[in-house]
Every structure is written in C-alpha cells, then in structure tokens.
C-alpha cells in the first residue's frame, strides 16, 4: 500500500488545480464575448445620443438660411431684426437632426414678379423627403373653405437641375395661390406666392432663391 502511494503521481492539491485551469478555459471566451457586447452598446449609445453619427440617415450637408434680401433686394424680409428661431424637431423614423424655420414673409420692390412671398421650410437629415414635400405643399396651398387645386407639375427651369414640385389653388375666402418647392436629403422648403396662373413665374422665382438660402453646413468654429 505505501509503495502504490509513493508511486501515485497525483498530490492532493493537484485535483483543484485542474478545475481552475478548466474554469479558465471555459470563463474567458465568456469574458471576450461580453466584453464586446458592452463595447458595442456604448458605442451605439454615443453615435445614437451624443453627437456621433447615424449611417442609416444622410450625412448633413446644406441647410436653409434666412437672408435680408433675396435676389438682389428684389425681396425685403418682414421683420428681420425680431425672427423667432428655428425650432428643433423630434427624431423619427424618417427625420433625424432637423429644424423647422417659422414661415417667413417677404415683400416684393417694384421690379420683383410678386408683390410678396412666403417661405415655409425644413433642414436637417431626411430618409424620405418627398412625403414631407408633399404635406408641406398641401398646408400652403389650403387658403380656406372652397379650395380648388390644380393638379400638381413638376416644372424644370432651364439653367438649374433641380425640378420643382408646383401647384395652383383658387380660393372662395381668402386668395389665389400658386406654390412651389423642392425635397432633398437635407432640405424641404415650399414657396407660396399670390396668384393662381403663376405656376411658370412661380417656378423661376423658386429657382432663383433655391440659390441663396440653400447653403452648405457651417463649418465649426468658422
């Protein structure tokens, strides 16, 4: 019996021994994997919640401005030393980022094709900008009780690649109307203008101002 016990290579430490290095074995990959997990969830967190950014929306590059005058002082801003701010929109499914500026009214010199102009617009990230174009061009041209719409054109001014979306509107209580306006991955803006058989006029006045408001990011700190 002593010489079987001298010869038995296993010491009585040796069995936890085993169980700690197979608990190693098992643990770490445990380990690795939540590791990462964390790792990944604050990440999204931050591009989520602080700042960073979300690739399933459209990189932010143009927004919407608010110039004194417009084509070259043939349109004068109503009020602008006392514009209230672009206001910050909630996140959805298809808006991320983006603010809605209060309608702004300018009034027309002798030598502009309208004696006013209103402006209703959107800037920021837009998965699907159309839809939004779409409502905003249907609150401009509702002037009241008695509507009458035309059916909606799309019109190409020629000199500038972008097609407008326009449309026409009799009123029985308030005013003719034509509007028109454009969608993007950046901006929705729709431009409402007094008359109802001023789609052309309205297109070309469009294009013209598209030019001056629709203007690239900031860059930080400039």
């Known amino acids: 019996g002593a010489a079987g016990a001298a010869t038995n290579p296993r010491s009585p ?12 074995i098992l643990v770490a990959p445990l380990l690795l994997i939540a590791g990462a997990y964390v790792f990944t969830s604050l990440a999204d967190a931050r591009e989520d ?20 005058e417009l084509v070259g002082g043939t349109y004068k801003l109503v009020g602008a030393d006392f514009l209230p701010k672009p206001v910050k929109l909630e996140d959805t499914e298809v808006r991320k980022d983006a603010f809605e500026i209060p309608d702004d009214y300018y009034t027309g010199s002798e030598k502009a094709s309208f004696d006013r102009l209103r402006i209703s617009a959107e800037y920021g990230r837009f998965k699907e900008p159309g839809d939004q174009l779409k409502s905003k061009i249907s609150y401009l041209v509702d002037t009241g009780d ?8 799309k019109i190409k001014v020629p000199g500038h690649k972008t097609e407008f979306s326009c ?56």
């Open 146 to 153: 008695g509507t009458t719409e035309e059916p909606l054109e």
């Open 49 to 68: 919640g602080s700042g960073g950014e979300d690739e399933s929306f459209p990189e932010a590059k143009y927004e919407i401005t608010r110039p004194p």
């Open 167 to 222: 449309r026409s509107a009799r009123s029985a209580t308030y005013e003719d109307v034509s509007v028109c306006g454009w969608a993007d991955a950046n901006t929705v803006v729709v431009l409402q203008f007094e008359g109802y058989d001023a789609i052309q006029r309205a297109a070309e006045a469009t294009a013209a101002i598209y030019k001056e408001i629709r203007r690239p990011v900031a860059e930080q700190g400039s």
């Open 13 to 24: 430490s040796s069995g936890p021994s085993r169980i700690v290095r197979n608990l190693r």
